[in-house]
Nanobody, 125 residues
Framework: QVQLVESGGGLVQAGGSLSLSCAAS????????MGWFRQAPGKEREFVAA????????YYGDFVKGRFTISTDNDKNTVYLQMTSLKPEDTAVYYC??????????????????WGQGTQVTVSS
């Protein structure tokens, strides 16, 4: 069992940057995949990014287009999402997730077994 706690959300102007953190309650072993999803009001949860803990190979949703970077800190058992050039349409609750299902599609919500409570990101125009 892994508990995930996100932090770092807030209000930012369009064009600004924000960094989200997701701290795990215990050591993240190399066979984990960590992901970020987001959900805007009235919309389905959407894949943002994922990273293989062992290799730090990263994957991104199509809309990211080089604006976001996912990374990890082994010592802190933490995964980060650095967001730049933020747009109003990036406004959503951002969720951290973890899975051991390394063979399953990383962009699919049902692949992930553990979820954080979410952190609100609001981008004003």
């Amino acid at each position: 069992q892994v508990q995930l706690v996100e932090s770092g959300g807030g209000l930012v102007q369009a064009g600004g940057s924000l960094s989200l953190s997701c701290a795990a309650s215990r050591r993240i072993f190399s066979n984990y995949i960590m992901g970020w999803f987001r959900q805007a009001p009235g919309k389905e949860r959407e894949f943002v990014a994922a990273i293989r803990w062992a290799t730090t190979t990263a994957y991104y949703g199509d809309f990211v287009k080089g604006r976001f970077t996912i990374s990890t800190d082994n010592d802190k058992n933490t995964v980060y999402l650095q967001m730049t050039s933020l747009k109003p349409e990036d406004t959503a609750v951002y969720y951290c997730a973890a899975t051991l299902r390394v063979g399953s599609p990383m962009a699919v919500e049902s692949t992930y077994d553990y979820w954080g409570q979410g952190t609100q990101v609001t981008v004003s125009s």
